[in-house]
């Protein structure tokens, strides 16, 4: 407590009754210790102060005995046993269970001992590698090598950082651990070693190629398969091929984004494929055979007598294959009406003579502007 302030009741300054419960006050404090820790607010002398006077009230009314003698004395009957010099820290024995957990979350460093060393093997850094292919390349799959920049292990020093025929030294300042602690009231806190950043070691003489630092930036050339069927946005993993990790830690993965190019002809809905096709009139009128693209080749498609235009046919496994391996999708085909820009003088007049014969149904429209919207459009239409 400051000098010439007189102590605030301990039930004050942790905010609950006289009656709490021994969990209510434990609550109480912990909340008041995350908020007003050191290590989240540097500099601030105010905190600080709060902080202790917190963990004072906690040391007396989290004790049965030492909360009776408060309660009945007030600071007389714990003077020498509440805070300052006198408080016992070993009341605090379960205390880590307070702060279990937290200290990376809230940057507290290592609490009670924690012997976790900063500078052990860390995991290397994924990586992100994003490829563009041809939707015929994405239909029949494609092996392909890429280029991909990473951090790699440096080779004239094996990873160590030290150059040629010397080694990394043991920190004087931590001796080895990674971390210096410190004894802030009741609380250890451990904090990385500025002299070693953490490592445990330092290098008086670092390797020329690397600079001390173990790795270096290269391009590595990788072959890379993308099976049939893959779809934009679908992903690869490369195990292994991201960065490499520090002091002997594992590499971490390369994740290879696939994004594939529109089709002219060709929409895709999951593995299933939608495409427009003209037809000739009198293939719709009196029905005949037309050739459709596939993906495999051109397929024979009949079409009966009378076939509206926006009819859709299906040619089963003849869509996208799956990537997964399990068959193929379908491929949708909707007919259009195919009309010709020129005609030779017998054209016409066999028309004419045609629609002589045919009712006149142009008043049976409903006037809706279904034929004039994009073709995709009308596909959701139809199969939404």
Same mark, same amino acid.
């Given at each position: 407590?400051?000098?010439?302030?007189? @102590?605030? $009741?301990?039930?004050?300054?942790?905010?609950?009754? +006289?009656?709490?419960?021994?969990?209510?006050?434990?609550?109480?404090?912990? @909340?008041?210790?995350?908020?007003?820790?050191?290590?989240?607010?540097?500099?601030?002398?105010?905190?600080?102060?709060?902080?202790?006077?917190?963990?004072?009230?906690?040391?007396?009314?989290?004790? $049965?005995?030492?909360?009776?003698?408060?309660?009945?004395?007030?600071?007389?009957?714990?003077?020498?046993?509440?805070?300052?010099?006198?408080?016992?820290?070993? !009341?605090?024995?379960?205390?880590?269970?307070?702060?279990?957990?937290?200290? $990376?979350?809230?940057?507290?460093?290592? !609490?009670?001992? &924690?012997?976790?060393?900063?500078?052990?093997?860390?995991?290397?850094?994924?990586?992100?590698?994003?490829?563009?292919?041809?939707?015929?390349?994405?239909?029949?799959?494609?092996?392909?090598? !890429?280029?991909?920049?990473?951090?790699?292990?440096?080779?004239?020093?094996?990873?160590?950082?030290?150059?040629?025929?010397?080694?990394?030294?043991?920190? &004087?300042?931590?001796?080895?651990?990674?971390?210096?602690?410190?004894?802030?009231?009741?609380?250890?806190?451990? +904090?990385?070693?500025?002299?070693?950043?953490?490592?445990?070691?330092?290098?008086?003489?670092?390797?020329?190629?690397? +600079?001390?630092?173990?790795?270096?930036?290269?391009?590595?050339?990788?072959?890379?398969?993308?099976?049939? *069927?893959?779809?934009?946005?679908?992903?690869?993993?490369?195990?292994?091929?991201?960065?490499?990790?520090?002091?002997? *830690?594992?590499?971490?993965?390369?994740?290879?984004?696939?994004? %594939?190019?529109?089709?002219?002809?060709?929409?895709?809905?999951?593995?299933?494929?939608?495409?427009?096709?003209?037809?000739?009139?009198?293939?719709?009128?009196?029905?005949?055979?037309?050739?459709?693209?596939?993906?495999?080749?051109?397929?024979?498609?009949?079409?009966?007598?009378?076939?509206?235009? *926006?009819?859709?046919?299906?040619?089963?496994? @003849?869509?996208?294959? &799956?990537?997964?391996?399990?068959?193929?999708?379908?491929?949708?085909?909707?007919?259009?009406?195919?009309?010709?820009?020129?005609?030779? +003088?017998?054209?016409?007049?066999?028309?004419?003579?045609?629609?002589?014969?045919?009712?006149?149904?142009?008043? $049976?429209?409903?006037?809706?502007?279904?034929?004039?919207?994009?073709?995709?459009?009308? %596909?959701?239409?139809?199969?939404?």
């Amino acid at each position: 407590m400051r000098a010439g302030v007189s @102590k605030r $009741d301990y039930y004050e300054v942790l905010g609950v009754e +006289r009656e709490a419960s021994e969990s209510q006050i434990k609550s109480a404090y912990r @909340k008041l210790a995350l908020k007003y820790h050191p290590d989240r607010n540097p500099g601030d002398t105010q905190a600080e102060e709060l902080f202790k006077e917190a963990a004072e009230a906690y040391a007396v009314l989290a004790d $049965d005995q030492k909360r009776s003698l408060y309660n009945r004395f007030g600071h007389a009957g714990v003077s020498g046993a509440g805070g300052g010099a006198g408080f016992d820290p070993t !009341i605090f024995a379960d205390f880590s269970d307070i702060f279990s957990g937290l200290g $990376d979350a809230f940057g507290f460093g290592d !609490i009670f001992g &924690s012997r976790r060393r900063r500078g052990g093997p860390q995991r290397g850094s994924d990586l992100r590698y994003d490829m563009e292919i041809t939707f015929e390349e994405s239909a029949k799959g494609v092996e392909t090598t !890429i280029q991909i920049p990473r951090e790699e292990s440096c080779e004239p020093c094996s990873g160590s950082g030290a150059a040629a025929g010397t080694s990394a030294e043991t920190c &004087s300042q931590c001796r080895g651990a990674g971390q210096l602690r410190y004894q802030q009231g009741f609380l250890t806190v451990a +904090r990385p070693c500025p002299n070693c950043r953490g490592t445990g070691k330092t290098i008086a003489r670092p390797c020329a190629t690397c +600079r001390g630092a173990g790795r270096v930036a290269r391009e590595r050339s990788l072959t890379v398969k993308i099976p049939a *069927g893959i779809a934009s946005g679908q992903r690869l993993r490369l195990y292994g091929e991201g960065e490499n990790g520090a002091a002997g *830690g594992p590499a971490g993965d390369l994740y290879v984004v696939v994004h %594939v190019q529109e089709h002219a002809f060709y929409h895709r809905e999951g593995d299933d494929l939608f495409c427009e096709l003209s037809m000739p009139f009198h293939t719709l009128a009196i029905g005949g055979e037309v050739k459709v693209p596939t993906l495999d080749g051109r397929e024979q498609l009949h079409i009966p007598a009378g076939t509206q235009p *926006g009819t859709r046919f299906k040619l089963r496994g @003849k869509g996208m294959p &799956s990537v997964a391996g399990r068959g193929h999708g379908d491929l949708h085909v909707i007919s259009r009406v195919s009309v010709p820009k020129k005609l030779t +003088r017998e054209q016409k007049r066999l028309i004419e003579d045609l629609a002589r014969t045919m009712p006149d149904e142009s008043g $049976d429209s409903d006037g809706s502007e279904a034929a004039e919207k994009p073709f995709f459009e009308r %596909v959701k239409d139809i199969f939404g």
